[in-house]
């Protein structure tokens, strides 16, 4: 049984390493009424500089586990993920198991009525061996994650790593343009959520998903979807994306000049 | 559980309203943690024992009596056989709860008189499958109690062996107020102690220093137990140390430090206190603010303490309290359709729910 390990943003937050947003925020506002000062149930437990400090814990993880692309950042950081290449639900799936174990201290908070759930909180045993109970947040590249997650909306083009670039490329040879479902692949060839494209780009997830399933009547006009993509095509750092916007919004042009057509001719 | 008892309880729960808060209990057997947890003195028979459900909370009059007599009952309504023990030693007036005068025999009987048998000085109460062991009202009990822990080994064979010899399910242990060591020891036996607190800053000061009581006396079992002592004064060290200078950190995290030095025993500590749950119930609510604060004790009871705590719910502040007392009447039975007989019947909804996860946790690991 691992007994010593350090506190991770989960366990701050009560929850486990797979919690959905929903949970996250649950548990958050909990945690915030119990930490808050003016909470009679502190009274004798704690004094206000305690409670505070606990609450500025808290308010720390909750900004990092509530931000998509910085809990990722965080996840691989702390060793929770190795791989930033598969979207989150597929890397959860493969997630090797020796390094979960159950945390002796964690309790299941979110047993606020007594249906009993008793799941235990999976969190990473840490390898170092520091007595430092402080969430893990040490990293100086994961600082900087956390800046960029803070930013506005992405307006450069993104880095990718070579492989992810290459791997777009290979997936487009010989593809017809056109389709929104080559967004998709490349979507999840970046290993982005839809999610995250939405937190990133500002683009609403229904657009991107009706973009992505050729849902072309719940599309605005094709000056605004082109301009979607291109913040899209950044986003994942898409090379020479240009024809495949102007490919999609020809489309999108077509389908609509034949559904006035379609109404002109039931209107006569 | 027999056949007898098996059919009898069936036909109770046809005949009954509450039918709905019986679950089948798997049989319940000594398990390593919750042995590990128990009054180095006490020994466990073999064979079933019944489910030990304690109710304290350290200060007195925030109505450990009253949960006790009414959760006793909502039980029983459920088809299953309920035994109260009155432990608050020389002011015992659970019978008062009850509605029944004083009775002839008392525990008075059995342990300081030794005129008694146990069998003799169970007595039946106006609920059917409830029955009730009144503590003494005697001023030997002081005296008594004194000559140490092993003053009380007739009682703790006795309710141990319940199950066997009177297919007992619950034993419901009524604590009294204060954290003496046999209160103590009482409530670290319980699989589930419930501590009741009012929504008030004495009585939520008073319930902490009993939980922390009661984590050094779950310590100290350990330690005795497994003889490692060297480490329990370690760990009382820096407890102690907490208690002082305050840690917001709590005592998980004093834990968590001394599980480098000591893996053994801190595993058996945690062990001991995974095999115990502990119960929230916070009385007299009058607010929703009132009521919030049995999930924020879960909640720290869990971050601060280590303990596996659940809210298992509110008891409003209710007229029907005191008149049902002055009418020298069970409140379920005076007041069966009050808002607070419902709440009643949540907590022990609560109560069934997590023993008999509880066991079934224990029994199929």
Same mark, same amino acid.
């Given at each position: 049984?691992?007994?010593?390990?350090?506190?991770?943003?989960?366990?701050?937050?009560?929850?486990?390493?797979?919690?959905?947003? +929903?949970?996250?925020?649950?548990?958050?506002?909990?945690?915030?009424?119990?930490?808050?000062?003016?909470?009679? #149930?502190?009274?004798?437990?704690?004094?206000?500089?305690?409670?505070?400090?606990?609450?500025?814990?808290?308010?720390?993880?909750?900004?990092?586990?509530?931000?998509?692309?910085?809990?990722?950042?965080?996840?691989?950081?702390?060793?929770?993920?190795?791989?930033?290449? +598969?979207?989150?639900?597929?890397?959860?799936?493969?997630?090797?198991?020796?390094?979960?174990?159950?945390?002796?201290?964690?309790?299941?908070?979110? =047993?606020?009525?007594?249906?009993?759930?008793?799941?235990?909180?999976?969190?990473?045993?840490?390898?170092?061996?520091?007595?430092?109970?402080?969430?893990?947040?040490?990293?100086?590249?994961? =600082?900087?994650?956390?800046?960029?997650?803070?930013?506005?909306? #992405?307006?450069?083009?993104?880095?990718?790593?070579?492989?992810?670039?290459?791997?777009?490329?290979? =997936?487009?040879?010989?593809?017809?343009?056109?389709?929104?479902?080559?967004?998709?692949?490349?979507?999840?060839?970046?290993?982005?959520?839809?999610?995250?494209? +939405?937190?990133?780009?500002?683009?609403?997830?229904?657009?991107?998903?009706?973009?992505?399933?050729?849902?072309?009547?719940?599309?605005?006009?094709?000056?605004?979807?082109?301009?979607?993509?291109?913040?899209?095509?950044?986003?994942?750092?898409?090379?020479?994306?240009?024809?495949?916007?102007?490919?999609?919004?020809?489309?999108?042009?077509?389908?609509?000049?034949?559904?006035?057509?379609?109404?002109?001719?039931?209107?006569? | 559980?027999?056949?007898?008892?098996?059919?009898?309880?069936?036909?109770?729960?046809?005949?009954?309203?509450?039918?709905?808060?019986?679950?089948?209990?798997?049989?319940?057997?000594?398990?390593?943690?919750?042995?590990?947890?128990?009054?180095?003195?006490?020994?466990?028979?073999?064979?079933?024992?019944?489910?030990?459900?304690?109710?304290?909370?350290?200060?007195?009059?925030?109505?450990?009596?009253?949960?006790?007599?009414?959760?006793?009952?909502?039980?029983?309504?459920?088809?299953?056989?309920?035994?109260?023990? !009155?432990?608050?030693?020389?002011?015992?007036?659970?019978?008062?709860?009850?509605?029944?005068?004083?009775?002839?025999?008392?525990?008075?009987?059995?342990?300081?008189?030794?005129?008694?048998?146990?069998?003799?000085?169970?007595?039946?109460?106006?609920?059917?499958?409830?029955?009730?062991?009144?503590?003494?009202?005697?001023?030997?009990?002081?005296?008594?109690?004194?000559?140490?822990?092993?003053?009380?080994?007739?009682?703790?064979?006795? %309710?141990?062996?319940?199950?066997?010899?009177?297919?007992?399910?619950?034993?419901?242990?009524?604590?009294?107020?204060?954290?003496?060591?046999?209160?103590?020891?009482?409530?670290?036996?319980?699989? %589930?102690?419930?501590?009741?607190?009012?929504?008030?800053?004495?009585?939520?000061?008073?319930?902490? *220093?009993?939980?922390?009581?009661?984590?050094?006396?779950?310590?100290?079992? *350990?330690?005795?137990?497994?003889?490692?002592?060297?480490?329990?004064?370690? %760990?009382?060290?820096?407890?102690?140390?907490?208690?002082?200078?305050?840690?917001?950190?709590?005592?998980? !995290?004093?834990?968590?430090?001394?599980?480098?030095?000591?893996?053994?025993?801190?595993?058996?500590?945690?062990?001991?206190?995974?095999?115990?749950?502990?119960?929230?119930? *916070?009385?007299?609510?009058?607010?929703?603010?009132?009521?919030?604060?049995?999930?924020?004790?879960?909640?720290?009871?869990?971050?601060?303490?280590?303990?596996?705590?659940?809210?298992?719910?509110?008891?409003?502040?209710?007229?029907?309290?005191?008149?049902?007392?002055?009418?020298?009447? %069970?409140?379920?039975?005076?007041?069966?359709?009050?808002?607070?007989?419902?709440?009643?019947?949540?907590?022990?909804?609560?109560?069934?729910?997590?023993?008999?996860?509880?066991?079934?946790?224990?029994?199929?690991?």
């Amino acid at each position: 049984m691992a007994t010593h390990m350090q506190q991770t943003y989960y366990d701050v937050l009560n929850v486990g390493s797979k919690a959905s947003r +929903q949970e996250i925020r649950e548990s958050y506002v909990r945690l915030k009424q119990t930490f808050s000062t003016t909470n009679q #149930a502190l009274y004798s437990l704690m004094n206000d500089d305690e409670a505070a400090q606990m609450n500025a814990q808290v308010e720390e993880a909750f900004r990092i586990l509530n931000d998509d692309h910085a809990r990722r950042g965080y996840d691989r950081s702390i060793g929770l993920s190795t791989e930033s290449e +598969q979207p989150l639900t597929q890397r959860h799936q493969v997630r090797p198991e020796p390094i979960l174990s159950t945390d002796p201290f964690s309790g299941t908070a979110s =047993a606020s009525s007594v249906t009993v759930t008793l799941a235990r909180t999976n969190i990473v045993s840490s390898t170092s061996s520091s007595q430092d109970t402080k969430p893990v947040s040490n990293s100086s590249s994961f =600082a900087a994650l956390v800046r960029n997650s803070q930013m506005k909306p #992405a307006r450069s083009t993104t880095s990718r790593s070579p492989e992810t670039i290459e791997k777009m490329q290979a =997936a487009l040879v010989g593809i017809e343009p056109g389709d929104g479902s080559i967004f998709k692949m490349l979507r999840e060839i970046a290993g982005v959520s839809e999610d995250e494209m +939405q937190d990133r780009t500002k683009i609403s997830i229904e657009y991107i998903r009706s973009i992505e399933n050729n849902v072309f009547e719940r599309l605005p006009r094709s000056i605004f979807v082109k301009g979607f993509l291109r913040s899209y095509c950044r986003y994942l750092a898409v090379p020479e994306y240009e024809s495949l916007i102007t490919a999609f919004a020809k489309r999108l042009d077509d389908w609509l000049i034949s559904k006035e057509r379609k109404i002109s001719i039931i209107s006569k | 559980m027999t056949m007898s008892t098996d059919l009898k309880s069936a036909a109770t729960v046809r005949q009954n309203p509450s039918a709905r808060l019986h679950m089948a209990l798997p049989p319940l057997h000594c398990q390593r943690g919750w042995l590990l947890g128990l009054p180095p003195h006490v020994q466990v028979p073999a064979g079933e024992l019944p489910r030990m459900l304690a109710v304290g909370g350290g200060k007195g009059g925030v109505g450990k009596s009253i949960l006790s007599a009414n959760l006793a009952s909502k039980l029983a309504q459920a088809g299953y056989r309920v035994l109260v023990v !009155d432990l608050d030693l020389g002011c015992a007036n659970l019978h008062t709860h009850f509605g029944i005068p004083k009775p002839r025999f008392t525990l008075a009987n059995h342990i300081l008189f030794g005129d008694r048998s146990f069998a003799e000085i169970i007595t039946p109460t106006t609920i059917a499958g409830v029955a009730l062991i009144a503590g003494g009202q005697e001023a030997a009990w002081g005296r008594h109690l004194a000559r140490g822990p092993e003053a009380l080994l007739p009682l703790w064979d006795a %309710l141990l062996k319940s199950r066997q010899y009177f297919q007992v399910d619950f034993v419901i242990m009524d604590l009294g107020a204060g954290t003496q060591r046999h209160t103590m020891d009482f409530f670290s036996a319980a699989n %589930l102690g419930i501590a009741t607190v009012l929504p008030e800053p004495t009585s939520i000061e008073n319930a902490y *220093v009993f939980l922390k009581t009661y984590l050094w006396h779950l310590v100290d079992h *350990v330690a005795m137990r497994t003889g490692q002592q060297d480490a329990a004064n370690d %760990l009382r060290a820096i407890l102690t140390k907490i208690s002082q200078e305050g840690s917001g950190k709590g005592y998980v !995290d004093a834990l968590r430090q001394l599980s480098v030095a000591y893996p053994a025993y801190i595993s058996d500590v945690l062990l001991a206190m995974r095999s115990r749950n502990l119960g929230v119930v *916070v009385n007299q609510t009058r607010s929703q603010a009132d009521i919030e604060i049995g999930s924020s004790m879960e909640l720290i009871c869990r971050r601060y303490f280590g303990l596996q705590a659940f809210f298992l719910g509110d008891l409003n502040y209710d007229d029907c309290a005191w008149k049902s007392l002055r009418n020298r009447r %069970l409140l379920l039975s005076d007041f069966p359709h009050s808002i607070l007989s419902r709440r009643l019947t949540r907590v022990s909804e609560n109560v069934v729910n997590l023993v008999a996860n509880q066991s079934q946790a224990s029994v199929n690991p």
